[in-house]
């Protein structure tokens, strides 16, 4: 396969772990291209950190290039993906008992919704993971209303969801399209990267970032940054792909996460969890994303198997060892798909 190569002047060099700083390192996957959505050039190259075990693509695009390979990116897209949808009549139930939990847990006023589902989806841990992971596990309003700031907020499906329960919202985003899309819906939502928010400190009560440090150049100057946006006692949500998680392992260089160049850098728990701690955030807890496997696997399979690995909106039934690697995340917190941190200031 003949691949157009990144012009040379718009790479540059990443001679050490932008997470650790450590120089030695050895070729994880070499010669990845984009089989995620096919539409970025070049080859690349992804190394992994010989102290820290996180990493990263070396060369790399220039920052001011680097929207070349976001053409087409799902942020995009204005329509917000359920957890299941109503489909057949177990589907339909499971949706519904979703959004009568959400509802009561979250103080959300969704349609379509059985009350039973507080009660009933405690009893299913798997979806409740889910449920609470869609929610980004929100914290109580505080006591005369909250501010609530999305970092890589794409088309505002979240801040949609955080403002029904009360909060007060803002979305920033370095894609003109999906904040062009976020303002049609009436949300505050501002393009750009963390410089927007210059002669800001203190001002947020929850901080969120989902699926975005992995895209990152620096990724501790950002979390130093949002740890000083965050009021003392403010909460930092933050989910990634995990480097160390069960479809890493089985797909290695088809796995669709590494999904080159946009995403730069890839943790594991422990490196993710030590840069959060350096940035100066304390009670640092890892909670679980259910029901994440039976959608992410497939595109893997797919690139593995020479198509496109685009994110899928909804799944048919699970193959029997995606169940298994289902109730394997959840008592392997290692080896879970996705990392996602709850930190405080």
Same mark, same amino acid.
């Given at each position: 396969? +003949?691949?157009?190569?990144?012009?040379?002047?718009?790479?540059?060099?990443?001679?050490?772990?932008?997470?650790?700083?450590?120089?030695? %390192?050895?070729?994880? #996957?070499?010669?990845?291209?984009?089989?995620? @959505?096919?539409?970025?050039?070049?080859?690349?190259? =992804?190394?992994?950190?010989?102290?820290?075990?996180?990493?990263?693509?070396?060369?790399?695009?220039?920052?001011?290039?680097?929207?070349?390979?976001?053409?087409?990116?799902?942020?995009?897209?204005?329509?917000?993906?359920?957890?299941?949808?109503?489909? *057949?009549?177990?589907?339909?139930?499971?949706?519904?008992?979703? +959004?009568?939990?959400? +509802?009561?847990?979250?103080?959300?006023? &969704?349609?379509?919704?059985?009350?039973?589902? &507080?009660?009933?989806?405690?009893?299913?841990?798997?979806? &409740?993971?889910?449920?609470?992971?869609?929610?980004?596990?929100?914290?109580?309003?505080?006591?005369?209303?909250? %501010?609530?700031?999305?970092?890589?907020?794409?088309?505002?499906?979240?801040?949609?969801?955080?403002?029904?329960? *009360?909060?007060?919202?803002?979305?920033?985003?370095?894609?003109?399209? $999906?904040?062009?899309?976020?303002? /049609?819906?009436?949300?505050?939502?501002?393009?750009?990267?963390?410089?927007?928010?210059?002669?800001?400190?203190?001002?947020?009560?929850?901080?969120?970032?989902?699926?975005?440090?992995?895209?990152?150049?620096?990724?501790?100057?950002?979390?130093?940054?949002?740890?000083?946006?965050?009021?003392?006692?403010? /909460?930092?949500?933050?989910?990634?792909?995990?480097?160390?998680?069960?479809?890493?392992?089985?797909?290695?260089?088809?796995?669709? $996460?590494?999904?080159?160049?946009?995403?730069?850098?890839?943790?594991?728990?422990?490196? =993710?969890?030590?840069?959060?701690?350096?940035?100066?955030?304390?009670?640092?807890?890892?909670?679980?994303?259910?029901?994440?496997? @039976?959608?992410?696997?497939?595109? /893997?399979? $797919?690139?593995?198997?020479?198509?496109? *690995?685009?994110? $899928?909106? #909804?799944?048919?039934?699970?193959?029997? &060892?995606?169940?298994?690697?289902? @109730?394997?995340?959840?008592?392997?917190?290692?080896? %879970?798909?996705?990392?996602?941190?709850?930190?405080?200031?």
């Amino acid at each position: 396969m +003949n691949v157009k190569p990144w012009p040379a002047e718009d790479l540059e060099a990443v001679p050490q772990c932008p997470v650790c700083n450590n120089a030695e %390192r050895s070729l994880l #996957h070499g010669g990845l291209t984009d089989r995620v @959505f096919q539409v970025a050039d070049g080859s690349w190259d =992804l190394y992994r950190c010989a102290n820290c075990d996180s990493a990263y693509l070396d060369p790399r695009p220039t920052p001011q290039s680097i929207g070349r390979a976001y053409a087409g990116y799902y942020t995009h897209d204005v329509e917000d993906h359920p957890i299941v949808r109503r489909m *057949g009549r177990v589907r339909t139930l499971l949706h519904d008992w979703i +959004n009568g939990y959400e +509802n009561r847990r979250y103080s959300l006023h &969704r349609p379509l919704a059985s009350p039973v589902g &507080r009660w009933l989806l405690p009893l299913l841990p798997s979806l &409740r993971a889910a449920a609470d992971a869609e929610c980004r596990h929100l914290p109580p309003l505080p006591k005369g209303g909250g %501010r609530l700031l999305d970092v890589g907020c794409g088309n505002g499906g979240f801040l949609m969801l955080a403002q029904q329960a *009360g909060w007060q919202v803002e979305g920033l985003d370095l894609d003109e399209a $999906a904040v062009n899309t976020a303002k /049609s819906r009436g949300l505050e939502v501002r393009c750009g990267g963390m410089e927007v928010l210059d002669g800001q400190g203190e001002c947020f009560d929850v901080i969120t970032i989902c699926h975005v440090i992995e895209h990152v150049y620096d990724p501790k100057y950002v979390l130093r940054r949002l740890h000083s946006l965050l009021k003392p006692g403010g /909460s930092l949500w933050l989910e990634t792909p995990n480097l160390g998680g069960l479809g890493a392992m089985r797909f290695g260089p088809s796995w669709q $996460a590494l999904d080159p160049p946009r995403h730069l850098i890839l943790f594991n728990p422990e490196s =993710l969890h030590r840069c959060i701690m350096e940035a100066g955030f304390g009670s640092i807890r890892q909670r679980w994303r259910g029901m994440s496997l @039976f959608g992410v696997f497939a595109p /893997s399979e $797919a690139i593995a198997g020479g198509g496109a *690995g685009k994110l $899928a909106s #909804h799944m048919g039934r699970p193959p029997l &060892r995606d169940v298994l690697a289902e @109730f394997l995340e959840m008592l392997q917190p290692s080896r %879970r798909e996705f990392l996602i941190f709850i930190a405080r200031k």
